[in-house]
T-cell receptor, first 119, second 114 residues
Framework: GAVVSQHPSWVICKSGTSVKIECRSLDFQATTMFWYRQFPKQSLMLMATSNEGSKATYEQGVEKDKFLINHASLTLSTLTVTSAHPEDSSFYIC???????????????FGPGTRLTVL | AQTVTQSQPEMSVQEAETVTLSCTYDTSESDYYLFWYKQPPSRQMILVIRQEAYKQQNATENRFSVNFQKAAKSFSLKISDSQLGDAAMYFCAADMNRDDKIIFGKGTRLHILP
């Protein structure tokens, strides 16, 4: 149990275009999902916390207008990179925490990640 | 400030041997959760083991065990009978405020020597 999927697994886009990444909890409902960014050979950097039915909470230094997060349902959160530029190229990972009674409490389960390349 | 520190950027161990990865953290909270995650070349983050701070007993998952020293704020991971598939980046992480956020260490890259 506690499986999280991401789509697409990789995407290449032109500079100036927008890209949407989906994060789904497949076998549990997640009121909270998280979006991370990971540069090569570095740790995960939390970008924002996505809350179902409310606005996302962004970490300091993360541009809200650049990285739009929508958590429209209990199983789906999306991250849209708007007007993407080469410096936005990175590996983006989402995670979700199952509610009590489904999987281990207080534990985040991660999606497989999305590699974004902006040309 | 709440921090998680992994002081070993890389480690190597001979196949079938035992290796210990170090992790220290800093928090003023008394109730929190600690984790070790594995990230293989596929980059999928995999939960290895989880420890609840209020439990004195060290967590164990098959070949993986932790040495949790709450007073010293230390949380090391021991891998016994190392296998080639254990080669990965290992991240120590903590949920210190129970506010859902996880703080990650910088990671330790583990090499398994055949």
């Amino acid at each position: 149990g506690a499986v999280v999927s991401q789509h697409p697994s990789w995407v290449i886009c032109k500079s100036g275009t927008s890209v949407k990444i989906e994060c789904r909890s497949l076998d549990f409902q997640a009121t909270t999902m998280f979006w991370y960014r990971q540069f090569p050979k570095q740790s995960l950097m939390l970008m924002a916390t996505s809350n179902e039915g409310s606005k996302a909470t962004y970490e300091q230094g993360v541009e809200k207008d650049k990285f739009l997060i929508n958590h429209a349902s209990l199983t789906l959160s999306t991250l849209t990179v708007t007007s993407a530029h080469p410096e936005d190229s990175s590996f983006y990972i989402c995670s979700a925490r199952p509610p009590r009674g489904q999987g281990r409490p207080d534990t985040q389960y991660f999606g497989p990640g999305t590699r974004l390349t902006v040309l | 400030a709440q921090t998680v520190t992994q002081s070993q950027p890389e480690m190597s161990v001979q196949e079938a041997e035992t290796v210990t990865l170090s992790c220290t953290y800093d928090t003023s909270e008394s109730d929190y959760y600690l984790f070790w995650y594995k990230q293989p070349p596929s980059r999928q983050m995999i939960l290895v083991i989880r420890q609840e701070a209020y439990k004195q007993q060290n967590a164990t998952e098959n070949r993986f065990s932790v040495n949790f020293q709450k007073a010293a704020k230390s949380f090391s991971l021991k891998i016994s009978d190392s296998q080639l598939g254990d080669a990965a980046m290992y991240f120590c992480a903590a949920d210190m405020n129970r506010d859902d956020k996880i703080i990650f260490g910088k990671g330790t890259r583990l090499h398994i020597l055949p």
